[in-house]
């Protein structure tokens, strides 16, 4: 390839590179700039190193404030998600296996109802209601059950398409070895379904620790705030103290950093699992 | 396998009961509380006890300036984030499908936003968008641009809403349109590539082929949009006055009031509204799906 050709190759990707580093990356410098400067400087929102970095001293304050407040909300937050996403992973590999299976018009009734779970807009304020007669509201179990119900049908589209993989045969074994439904679930299924299982797993863990409307409705009061409330409630409280509410982003920020680096593959395909049919 | 084993063995492999509990969780904590929301609308209601009051709580919302807007603005608010998201998608899809270098740090760097929490991109623009010290007017005013109020302006605010909500959710419509790009057979490529142009390619084979996945970004991000609420809560509280309230913020200023029967019409509102339209809309889409 001699030059010419190269430099003309090589004048969009840098377009690109300008472009996309601007739109997307930009924003995010600007939250570690902002979360490492002294409470002055960040007030004045601008792209620039900070005159004195002090990343770790802010993330201490934000840690240190209201008794470690961030503390119960990281708790109360991994808690409601882990419990969250187990429920979810199990109730709806059941659903997705029989529905999956079974072509008779209780699974089609199954399958519109799965639709309109993933299209209807929660009713809150009943849910509230619902709540209180049940004795679950401003729990976390409540949130936790609020949380299911709204994730599973995705869990359960997810499941399906990735049921429709797993050979009918497999199951044929399976009953002509005398397995019983729960063992060939637990045991057949359930470890075959296993990259379904981590790409529902990943997307739904970051979707609900990322909720921010449940846990407003559901849980007001500070005995079970979660990450985003706190967050939320520091916008007012951290008035122009910049520096300490962007600190607070970067912290709220790892987890789904983490997620993302490990498993990027699966929340892609998770959020265009059943959008293309192929 | 049906022609293997006897019916009856299969119904016993694969028992209704399996579906029990997830639902009975999605009857409680969902389909409850969606029927009680008709009933609760059609009250004064304070959580405790309700006095039926007939289509007052619609009459008022139909009534309310505050309220028609909100349901205004949700409509606005979900057609231009869904139409921006195809319109920017699509290129930058074609482009991450192209020979470009740094394809994959690309497609990382632009889907990275939809896995941050909607409060902090909410609190990042609101800083960003500041009006007289903020980094995007700081820069426009390089190109000698006036500063622009984004937040602040009643007829921008939505907008400017809007635009953040495309720059986190574009990432989604972007791999969908590259799962869809990929998934068009060589030979169309190969046939256009007899005539050269990139622009055929994008308009004979390209756009045609990703029909489907052109419906499903639509689709998602109608409803996502329909269904808004963290990031206007978080940039605007539906302000300035009321005018970047949406459905859902609405609903939530009637709870806090104690308006409980009124936020419940509003639930029930955004219930049809997103029936009436999203239904049809998937309906149509399905009819005109295309095989590869």
Do not use: C
Not at chain 1, 115 to 122: H, R, V
Not at chain 2, 26 to 33: L, N, R, T, W
Not at chain 2, 73 to 101: C, D, E, H, Q, W
């Amino acid at each position: 390839m001699n030059i010419r050709k190269l430099i003309a190759s090589l004048w969009i990707d840098v377009v690109s590179l300008i472009v996309i580093s601007i739109v997307f990356v930009v924003p995010f410098i600007f939250i570690f700039l902002t979360a490492a400067k002294p409470r002055t400087e960040a007030a004045m929102f601008e792209f620039t190193w900070p005159s004195q970095f002090q990343l770790l001293e802010n993330i201490k304050e934000v840690v240190e404030f209201g008794d470690g407040r961030i503390f119960l909300a990281f708790a109360n937050s991994i808690f409601i998600t882990v419990a969250s996403v187990t429920l979810i992973v199990l109730l709806a590999a059941l659903v997705a296996f029989v529905l999956q299976r079974r072509r008779d018009r209780v699974a089609s009734a199954v399958s519109s109802i799965m639709l309109a779970g993933l299209i209807i807009p929660p009713a809150v304020v009943p849910t509230i209601f619902v709540l209180q007669e049940i004795g679950l509201y401003r729990t976390l179990w409540g949130m936790i059950m609020v949380q299911v119900a709204y994730t599973m049908p995705f869990a359960i589209l997810v499941f399906r398409t990735f049921m429709a993989s797993i050979p009918g045969e497999i199951d044929e074994a399976a009953i002509i070895d005398g397995a019983s439904p729960m063992q060939m679930f637990f045991y057949v299924i359930l470890p075959l379904l296993r990259p379904a299982i981590i790409t529902v797993i990943v997307v739904s863990s970051v979707g609900i620790y990322n909720d921010f409307t449940g846990p407003l409705y559901f849980l007001p009061g500070s005995q079970n705030v979660t990450v985003q409330v706190t967050l939320f409630s520091y916008i007012s409280q951290f008035t122009s103290q910049w520096n300490l509410l962007f600190a607070n982003v970067v912290l709220i920020t790892i987890p789904p950093l983490i997620m993302f680096m490990f498993f990027q593959r699966q929340i892609v395909a998770g959020m265009t699992a059943g959008a293309i049919k192929g | 396998m049906e022609a293997t084993l006897r019916p009856k063995t299969v119904l016993r492999t694969y028992p209704h009961w399996f579906y029990i509990p997830a639902g009975i969780v999605f009857a409680i904590f969902f389909v409850v509380p969606t029927v009680l929301a008709f009933y609760f609308s059609l009250t004064r209601w304070t959580l405790f006890d309700a006095t039926f009051i007939g289509l007052d709580n619609y009459e008022r919302f139909f009534n309310d300036p505050q309220l028609t807007a909100g349901l205004r603005n949700t409509f606005i608010y979900a057609v231009l984030t869904s139409g921006l998201k195809v319109v920017i998608a699509l290129p930058l899809a074609m482009l991450l499908t192209s020979s470009i270098r740094l394809k994959g740090l690309f497609r990382g760097i632009i889907f990275f936003p939809v896995l941050v929490s909607t409060v902090a991109v909410g609190i990042t623009f609101g800083a960003l968008m500041q009006p007289s010290i903020g980094l995007i007017n700081t820069a426009l005013g390089v190109f000698g641009i006036p500063r622009i109020d984004w937040l602040g302006d009643p007829d921008l605010a939505l907008f400017s809403v809007a635009l953040v909500d495309v720059w986190k959710g574009v990432g989604i419509a972007m791999v969908i349109f590259i799962a869809g790009i990929l998934s068009i057979p060589l030979d169309y490529f190969d046939a256009a590539r007899l005539e050269g142009e990139t622009w055929i390619k994008f308009r004979y084979v390209i756009l045609p082929l990703s029909r489907n996945a052109t419906f499903t970004v639509i689709l998602l991000s109608f409803i996502s949009g329909l269904r808004t609420f963290d990031l206007i809560w978080t940039m605007t509280r539906g302000g300035p006055g009321f005018a970047s309230d949406v459905l859902t913020s609405v609903i939530y200023k009637q709870y806090q009031a104690g308006f409980y029967g009124l936020s419940a019409a509003g639930n029930v509102v955004l219930f049809v509204l997103v029936t009436i339209l999203v239904y049809p809309l998937m309906r149509f889409f399905q009819r005109v799906e295309i095989e590869l």
